[in-house]
Nanobody, 125 residues
Framework: QVQLVESGGGLVQAGDSLRLACSYS????????VAWFRQAAGMEREFVAA????????NYAYAVKERFTISRDNAKNAAFLQMNSLKPEDTAVYYC??????????????????WGQGTQVTVSS
């Protein structure tokens, strides 16, 4: 049974940094890409960043490029999202997710079968 658990959210001020973590269990973690999505109140869930199964490829939403960095540690079954220069518009619940298909690398929400429960990030101005 696949489980993903996010941690690291909180309340920060604009310009601050946060590091989110996603711990994973249930399958061979190193076979699967990981992505972060976020959902602000009243909005659709949107793609933030993705990393391939081996960490060699990454993809970012335009809104977070140059500010956020996705990484993973396959030995620890964990993925991370380093968020710098946070803005109030980054306020959302952040989710990590993995696809059902091995080695699949995608930014499309429908490709991701397994999701964590989310962690709240609030950025005050």
């Amino acid at each position: 049974q696949v489980q993903l658990v996010e941690s690291g959210g909180g309340l920060v001020q604009a310009g601050d940094s946060l590091r989110l973590a996603c711990s994973y269990s249930g399958r061979t973690f190193s076979w699967y890409a990981v992505a972060w999505f976020r959902q602000a109140a009243g909005m659709e869930r949107e793609f933030v960043a993705a990393i391939s199964h081996n960490g060699r490829n990454t993809n970012y939403a335009y809104a977070v490029k140059e500010r956020f960095t996705i990484s993973r540690d396959n030995a620890k079954n964990a993925a991370f999202l380093q968020m710098n220069s946070l803005k109030p518009e980054d306020t959302a619940v952040y989710y990590c997710a993995t696809p059902a298909q091995v080695f699949k690398f995608s930014a499309q929400r429908e490709e991701f079968a397994y999701w964590g429960q989310g962690t709240q990030v609030t950025v005050s101005s």
